[in-house]
């Protein structure tokens, strides 16, 4: 029994050193295997893959071995400035505001100069973009408000720069601006408006650097389609100039749009709705009724508030504009309609008082001959007494009262009573005819000058062809005008 156990051990310890070799040296193989894909093997590479995986390596060196500064300025050829060549691609503009006078526009911004000291043998390098180890110009935009790039998620680049053989360098960015634009609202909604983006150096003078546009194959200015709700792109084009300022001459590049507005949201928000308030004015003038008052207070309540709704999406300036005088007619007009509406109530109201003391004078006799018939009896000899006074007194031609003597119910005393009028109180006399002729005489001045006016308006203001006078776009000094048959287009 104890040999056969002593057996069993041993067998046990065996296979257990087995299994320990056997994972031992599968450890090992797999090791050895790691290793192997991780060799370098000659045959699998070619000479290309060797230049690019040692491309930064060799680049640096390149640099240390010339002694490179990106701080330092290249120097031209000649003696003079570096000729930075800038071509500017707009992919969109998205909104131009007059409240806030401002323009937002996305566009890929590309310069490019030459440096003579990176110049190198066309084999040594590839696909060099190496940004931060270069001297590249300091420009910014002057007018810009505000300024992103795209988003680090994005897939595209954010910056790009390149660079050839014979040490010309590409660099290249996708911006997102808000620039200011002052602009003249004196025509508006017919307005044309010249907003301008500039671009310069920002520490380097003209005696060091030179920014001009870029010709032959990169065109300097390019547009992508472009739509917009209320303006539409008729010009685009670049000028050149150079601006001083107390540190020294600095180059400057302008790029011009040109912006016409588009009437249609002005048509409908603003000039129909106070044309059908101007016609509602009119028809309550002709509704004869007791709240046509009231009807013409709620209208000039409407257009009133028609015209702060205007105010408050526009900004506040000092010069009256193309829209204000519309509006404003509109609401002289209403107001005037108002004050007539007043007048023919006035004038009704003292043809019927009239009308009324009429007929009260024409039942006056009649009135005295009752009450003279039901007092006391009239002796005959004062009867013809009276008869005799007032023959007299029509014989005469006189204008003067005659009194009848009528006995009062209180103290019996006589009471004169005129029986004619004075001249001077029947001069101002309103008559149905003078009425009809007012109303509709001044009706008809309302409908004939209101057409005028918007035939004069409609007309004159749409063609009037104001010149926007600016020095930095000026469109004779243009080097370069954009092809905007692509916007036409779509």
């Known amino acids: 029994m104890i040999l056969i156990r002593s057996l069993l051990v041993f067998g046990t310890l065996a296979s257990l050193t087995q299994i320990v070799d056997a994972g031992v040296r599968g450890a090992l193989v797999l090791k050895k295997g790691r290793h192997s894909s991780m060799d ?58 007059e409240v806030t006078m401002d323009y937002s526009l996305e566009l890929f911004y590309r310069e490019s100069w030459r440096d003579p000291r990176l110049q190198y043998k ?21 007018n810009a408000i505000a300024s992103k790039n795209p988003r680090k998620q994005s897939i595209t680049h954010r910056s790009l720069l390149r660079l050839s053989h ?8 996708r911006l997102s601006l808000l620039a200011s634009c002052s602009m003249d609202l004196t025509l508006f909604p017919f307005d044309v408006q010249l907003c301008k983006l500039g671009i310069e150096s920002y520490g380097y003078t003209a005696d060091k650097v030179m920014y001009k546009w870029s010709h032959g194959a990169r065109e300097a200015l390019k547009l ?38 588009a009437a249609g949201f002005c048509f409908l928000q603003l000039i129909i709705p106070s044309t059908a308030v101007v016609i509602t004015s009119w028809v309550s003038l002709w509704m004869e009724n007791e709240t046509s008052f009231q009807d013409m207070i709620s209208i000039i309540l409407t257009i009133t508030f028609l015209l702060f709704s205007y105010n408050e999406v526009m900004p506040r300036v000092s010069y009256l504009k193309a829209m204000d005088v519309y509006l404003g007619t509109c609401f002289c007009i209403v107001f005037c309609s ?50 005799q006074r007032s023959k007299s007194s029509l014989s005469n031609g ?30 101002v006399q309103f008559t149905p005819q003078f009425m009809h002729r007012f109303h509709w005489i001044t009706q008809m001045m309302f409908f004939f000058g209101f057409v005028i006016f918007c035939l004069f308006y409609f007309l004159v203001y749409p063609n009037i062809h104001s010149q926007v006078v600016d020095k930095d776009c000026d469109r004779l000094q243009a080097e370069w005008f954009a092809d905007l048959n692509l916007n036409k287009k779509k």
Not at 65 to 76: F, G, L, N, S
Not at 126 to 142: A, E, G, R
């Open 40 to 97: 370098y093997n000659p045959g699998s590479l070619n000479k290309d893959s060797i230049f690019q995986q040692g491309e930064t390596r060799d680049f640096l060196q390149f640099l240390r071995r010339i002694a490179y500064d990106h701080r330092q300025v290249p120097e031209h050829q000649d003696g003079g400035p570096v000729e930075v060549k800038v071509s500017i691609v707009v992919s969109n503009v998205r909104s131009v505001s």
């Open 166 to 173: 014979e040490g010309d360098i590409l660099y290249s960015r």
């Open 338 to 387: 108002l004050i007539k509406l007043a007048l023919v109530k006035y004038m009704r109201q003292r043809l019927r008082i009239a009308r009324d003391t009429s007929i009260v004078a024409g039942m006056a006799p009649l009135l005295k001959l009752a009450t003279h018939s039901v007092g006391r009896p009239v002796s005959p000899l004062r009867e013809y007494n009276t008869k």
């Open 122 to 142: 066309p084999k040594l390098f590839k696909n060099k973009s190496y940004s931060n180890f270069l001297w590249h110009p300091d420009t910014f935009v002057p």
């Open 398 to 427: 006189s204008s003067q009262f005659t009194a009848i003597q009528i006995e009062s119910g209180k103290n019996g005393g006589p009471m004169p009573v005129p029986l004619a009028f004075s001249e001077k109180k029947r001069n």
């Open 224 to 261: 992508h389609p472009i739509s917009l709700p209320d303006f539409q792109i008729t010009e685009a084009y670049v000028t050149s100039h150079m601006e001083s300022y107390a540190t020294g001459d600095y180059s400057r590049l302008y790029v011009c749009f040109v912006f016409s507005r």
